[in-house]
């Protein structure tokens, strides 16, 4: 499974960018679709990921700012960042698991795309 991420950029503080990430393979299902972040000098952390019950867990930092959304029939995920601060600064990734045909669990990350947020 191939995961292609891409929206990231330079944007001044309180601008907004809009991440994408698709997966493509011998995909039968995918169960999850998250985005983390990494920012310099710290370990990979959870930014949004949606639930079964049909909730989603956002990082508090981005809690009311950001809004994660999934396509399932272009097993595509997209992030929504608005009023972007200068600590949103990292390389976002996206992570899927889920099923391959034939039946196969897999669990992908994406490489990465750098988003940088000027003060």
């Known amino acids: 499974v191939q995961l292609q991420a891409s929206g990231g950029g330079l944007v001044q503080s309180g601008g907004s960018l809009r991440l994408s990430c698709a997966a493509s393979g011998s995909i039968f299902r995918i169960y999850n679709m998250a985005w983390y972040r990494q920012a310099p000098g710290k370990e990979r952390e959870l930014v949004a990921r949606?639930?079964?019950?049909?909730?989603?867990n956002y990082a508090d930092p981005v809690k009311g700012r950001f809004a994660i959304s999934r396509d399932n029939a272009k097993n595509s995920v997209s992030l929504q960042m608005n009023s972007l601060k200068p600590e949103d600064t990292a390389v976002y990734y996206c992570?899927?698991?889920?099923?391959?045909?034939?039946?196969?669990?897999?669990?992908?990350w994406g490489q990465g795309t750098l988003v940088t947020v000027s003060s």
């Open positions: 949606p639930t079964s019950d049909g909730t989603t």
């Open positions: 992570n899927a698991d889920g099923v391959l045909t034939p039946w196969r669990r897999f669990n992908s």
